[in-house]
């Protein structure tokens, strides 16, 4: 299994982050697996952002729920992550990663697959 993360590099403050996650060699809604979206800001450790399971359900950090969004389209076996009113210290590298249990969980052998990660800075 393959995870390939896409966004757009370079975002302002107080716009809208969209970052794609593409998924190859297995399916995005393989019962009991769940997909999380993790990042690392930079000189920090990870952060869990949240995730969407097989079934659809989404679970987030609540730290981060008011302004985050996570989606997938199944036909295209693709996750989505969306974050809105976006601040600097919001400037990280982003990771898509699979297992198969659910939670805030930042150790980063506990996780299948992971994608290679895509810088995200917010500047203006």
């Known amino acids: 299994v393959q995870l390939q993360e896409s966004g757009p590099g370079l975002v302002k403050p107080s716009h809208t982050l969209s970052l794609t996650c593409t998924v190859s060699?297995?399916?995005?809604?393989?019962?009991?697996?769940?997909w999380s979206w993790i990042r690392q800001p930079p000189g920090k450790g990870l952060e869990w952002i949240g995730a969407i399971a097989y079934s659809g359900s989404t679970y987030y950090s609540p730290s981060l729920k008011n302004r985050t969004s996570i989606s997938r389209a199944n036909a295209k076996n693709t996750v989505y992550l969306q974050m809105s009113s976006l601040k600097p210290e919001d400037t990280a590298v982003y990771y898509c990663?699979?297992?198969?249990?659910?939670?805030?969980?930042?150790?980063?052998?506990?996780?299948?697959?992971w994608g290679q990660g895509t810088q995200v800075t917010v500047s203006s």
């Open positions: 060699g297995g399916s995005i809604t393989t019962n009991y697996y769940y």
């Open positions: 990663a699979g297992k198969w249990t659910i939670g805030e969980d930042t150790i980063s052998q506990h996780y299948d697959y």
